[in-house]
Structures are given as C-alpha cells and as structure tokens.
C-alpha cells in the first residue's frame, strides 16, 4: 500500500531536529501530502504543508505519523492520540528505544516506508485519576514522592483483590515496552513486548519481601495512597504529571488502543537490548 499523506512531529528546542524537519518537507513535499504539528511549524517558515494538531492527523487522512527526536517526543505525542497512527521515529535525541532510524539514514529510510511497511503494536496502559481519564501510557505510570526523604504508604488491588500496602519512595506501573525504561532502573525485570503483562515495581520499598509483580495486561489495578498529610505525584511517560493526596486512587488497565511503531530493522528484541544497554 503506498502512503499518500504523512505527519510530522519534532523536538521544538533542537535546531538539528527542525533542520530534518525542513529537509524531509522539502524532499517529499512534491511526493506526498505532509502535515506537521503546530508546535513544529511554529519556529519554521513552511509552505506547502498542512498544519494541524497531532491528535487530528487521522482524522484528516494522515496514515503515518514521523517523530523527530527523542523517546520523549515520542511518547508526548502517542499520548495525545486515541487511536496512536503507525510511527517512525528518526533518533536526534540520546539513548532510544522507541527511536530506531539515524539521521544519516532518515530519508532513504522514509523512501522505503512509503511505499509499504509492516508495524508491530505495543499495549499502552489507559489511566483514570478518581475515576477521571488522563492520558494513556506507553512506557510507564509512576507515583512517586512530592517532596525527597518522605516516604509513602500505597495499598495495591488486582482485580479488587488487595495485594498489599507498600511503604516505599513510590511504586511504577509499567507496559513491557516501559520494562526497559524506569522500571529496569527501579530493580524490575526486562519482559519481552509479546508478552500479555503489566509490571509492578516499588521504589525502595521500606519492607524486603516488597518485590516486583508481573501480572496480566488486562487485570484492574487500583492504587490507592492511604497516609494522611503527604503529597504524591502522579507521573505518565515522564510527560505529564498530576498531584494526588490521601484517599486518591489512581486505576488502570490495558487501554483498547495500543501503539504503532513501524519496524524498520530486522533484529529482533533481544538484540536490540543487547545493542542499547551494554
């Protein structure tokens, strides 16, 4: 299937990312139709373009959406997206798990993708604050400590059944693709993305026998911060953050709307840790 109209997304604070911005719309430009973000274009002098939110791109024929930077740039964009469209990611940022193409290589990259690509889905974890929605996950969701030094009291339910009351700095709830990010720093295990699992990792929790849990994707986790007179914070993908106090719960489950990313290089999972974390 050949792809009549991209997207593209990009780091706003990096010159070299708005300079490949520039270079693909002008290389495709007279190819394919191309949409970019509002907050791309802004520091950009683009003609003929369409210029629309990330979260409209679909709606408006857009049927591959390009990241420019980071993980980060990644993630904040997934977020905003119901329905996450296929993404390629071109890697201006450091270490990238969800960023596989290099600069050098970004536009024979993106030529062989237009004509036809294959791309695998990653379950992202749908969030409700008090019963309230709140952006999708697609690495982690961390509730953490407002303030350094106090620690907290969590009571975590699995499908209403009580596991336990964790004293800890805080607890991450993460998807396998999440696995290899802030939960693999916290002490908990790599799990390969075909596997149907959510991961539960204490932040130095204040008990020994507190350890991660691997549980099933679609199992109804409720954490709940039960001490009186402190501050947590509820953090997704490191992008957006809420306060929570006592009595909140925060609930999730594996969301209908998993994310997209095109495959681009033939090593699989294990080689790709190997290469990124040695």
Same mark, same amino acid.
């Given at each position: +299937? ?59 024929? =857009? ?20 329905? /996450? ?6 890697? +201006?940022?450091? #270490?990238?798990? *969800?960023?596989? =193409? ?11 993708? #237009?004509?036809? %690509? ?6 992202? *974890?749908?969030?409700? #604050? ?40 805080? =607890? ?21 993305? @075909? ?6 990792? /204490?932040?130095?929790? %204040? ?8 549980? /099933? ?36 489950? +594996?969301? @209908?709307? /998993?994310?997209? %990313? ?6 699989? %999972?294990?080689?790709? =840790? ?5």
């Amino acid at each position: +299937m050949t792809i009549k109209k991209i997207g593209i997304v990009s780091r706003c604070d990096h010159e070299d990312a708005l300079e490949m911005v520039r270079k693909i719309v002008e290389h495709f430009k007279s190819k394919v139709a191309i949409a970019v973000t509002t907050n791309t274009a802004s520091p950009l002098d683009l003609h003929d373009v369409e210029i629309i939110p990330v979260e409209e791109m679909r709606e408006n024929g =857009v049927e591959l959406l390009i990241s420019i930077g980071g993980d980060g740039t990644v993630l904040r964009n997934i977020a905003r997206m119901e329905d /996450p469209l296929p993404i390629l990611g071109i890697n +201006m940022g450091t #270490l990238g798990f *969800l960023v596989d =193409v290099n600069p050098s290589e970004a536009i024979e990259t993106i030529e062989k993708v #237009l004509k036809g %690509f294959k791309y695998s889905e990653r379950s992202r *974890l749908s969030v409700k #604050l008090n019963g309230e929605k709140i952006p999708p996950a697609t690495n982690e969701v961390v509730l953490t400590t407002a303030r350094p030094a106090k620690i907290l009291t969590f009571r975590i339910t699995i499908d209403d059944r009580k596991i336990e009351d964790v004293r800890a700095d805080g =607890v991450v709830i993460a998807t396998p693709t999440g696995s290899t990010a802030y939960a693999m720093s916290a002490g908990g295990p790599i799990i390969d993305p @075909n596997v149907n699992a959510t991961l539960i990792v /204490p932040l130095a929790p %204040f008990k020994l026998s507190s350890r991660p849990l691997v549980v /099933p994707a679609d199992s109804l986790i409720k954490v709940e911060m039960i001490i009186p007179e402190k501050e947590a914070a509820l953090v997704v993908d490191g992008q957006y953050t809420h306060n929570i106090q006592e009595n909140d719960v925060v609930t999730l489950t +594996m969301s @209908n709307f /998993p994310a997209r %990313f095109v495959e681009t290089s033939t090593s699989g %999972f294990y080689e790709r =840790v190997e290469s990124k974390l040695r």
